[in-house]
């Protein structure tokens, strides 16, 4: 089974920046590698997203700001001008196939907070 461990998360100042990893574990081959984002009492939305070949893709909301790269199963998530807003609980995705069934993993998640 697949296992992710997440680390980085922490409380900086609006302006700041953070660098979260996520590794994962107990596979050699995993497919695409994401970030979401869950701030409290909401629902849990896509932040960036890269696939084995290193094609990223970005939520609007942080186009330009987060800097998603991969290191074959450890993914980072390089966040700088952060904003109140980024606040939340950061979790790491992976994807892999097993055989011909879609497979998905969460990590445990890692706090955020961006105070203004």
């Known amino acids: 089974q697949v296992r992710l461990v997440e680390s980085g998360g922490g409380l900086v100042r609006a302006g700041g920046s953070l660098r979260l990893s996520c590794a994962a574990s107990?596979?050699?081959?995993?497919?695409?590698m994401a970030w979401y984002r869950q701030p409290l009492g909401e629902q849990r939305d896509w932040v960036a997203r890269?696939?084995?070949?290193?094609n990223t893709n970005y939520n609007d909301l942080v186009k330009g700001r987060f800097t998603i790269s991969r290191d074959k199963n450890t993914v980072h998530l390089q966040m700088n001008s952060l904003k109140p807003e980024d606040t939340g609980v950061y979790y790491c995705?992976?994807?892999?196939?097993?055989?011909?069934?879609?497979?998905?993993?969460w990590g445990q998640g890692t706090q955020v907070t961006v105070s203004s």
């Open positions: 890269i696939s084995p070949r290193n």
């Open positions: 995705n992976a994807e892999w196939w097993d055989y011909d069934e879609p497979k998905s993993a």
């Open positions: 107990g596979r050699s081959s995993i497919d695409a």
